[in-house]
């Protein structure tokens, strides 16, 4: 079983940037493909960015195409979201997640507990 634990989030200024860190537990972290999702108040939680194991294909929301970054270092077991160019509409709790392969099909067996991230206009 892996465990997930996030962080760097925060609160930004509309332009800003921040960079997220999830780091994986129990299990390494090149067995899985990640992704990050988010959850804004008041809205559903939705697919941000994903990574394949080896960190050669990344998959993003159309809404944080060139603004934001997927990457990975597996071996300090760790996955990152660099994200740039903040938007208010960026504010959300961001989460790491699992996949159930080492390419991202979409099945996420494990997440994160969140870290909180405002971007204030």
């Known amino acids: 079983q892996v465990q997930l634990g996030e962080s760097g989030g925060g609160l930004v200024q509309a332009g800003g940037s921040l960079r997220l860190s999830c780091v994986a537990s129990g299990r390494a972290l090149s067995r899985f493909a990640m992704g990050w999702f988010r959850r804004a108040p008041g809205k559903e939680r939705e697919f941000v960015a994903a990574?394949?194991?080896?960190?050669?294909?990344?998959y993003y929301t159309d809404s944080v195409k060139g603004r934001f970054t997927i990457s990975r270092d597996n071996a300090k077991n760790t996955v990152y979201l660099q994200m740039n160019s903040l938007k208010p509409e960026d504010t959300a709790v961001y989460y790491c997640a699992a996949d159930r392969s080492t390419v991202v099909v979409g099945d996420y067996i494990a997440w994160g507990q969140g870290t909180q991230v405002t971007v204030s206009s």
């Open positions: 990574l394949n194991w080896s960190g050669d294909s990344a």
